[in-house]
DNA sequence: AATACAGTTATCAAATATGATAACCATTAT
DNA sequence: ATAATGGTTATCATATTTGATAACTGTATT
């Protein structure tokens, strides 16, 4: 899988999962402390987050990663 | 889980994963289409990978992302 | 109308990941 | 001795992520 298809794929699933959990991008974003744009970003394929951002998301929606790369 | 715990047990999950197949950090980094001193980095734990790169080293040890992550 | 909420995108600065290269160390083999 | 293998670290350049901010769109509410 190339890399943007790898990304848009992650940035539609953890869209899903979040919207799943019935949470807004914002409250998302504050939640991970982050910027809301840069979680808009992520949940829209543009940028390859680091891992540890990963790990942030995860724990603030009570996942494990490995949810967020099905 | 602060981030430098983090990235110190990645890196040492994804060395011993390593190892256990018997693959050479050198010949791992060659797979994947890296320079050895980045993987080297990544397994001491000194840097925070991105996803997609996370994803060229499971890919290239024929496991999951998830693997890496245990 | 204004305000709030939700999301998107652009711009730029700061931070940092990766690439390229080199030097170093240790061990083993020739 | 040299050469090969395996790994580590430093330095610097390049590429990219994240942060900060602002502006925009759309929808709903007051």
Chains 1, 2 share one sequence.
Do not use: W
């Amino acid at each position: 899988m190339d890399k943007d298809d790898f990304l848009k794929h992650l940035g539609h699933n953890i869209k899903t999962l979040r919207e799943s959990k019935g949470i807004s991008q914002q409250k998302l974003a504050a939640d991970c402390n982050f910027e809301k744009s840069n979680m808009s970003r992520i949940e829209a394929g543009n940028t390859n987050p680091t891992i540890y951002t990963l790990y942030k998301i995860a724990l603030a929606m009570d996942v494990e990663i490995h949810e967020l790369l099905k």
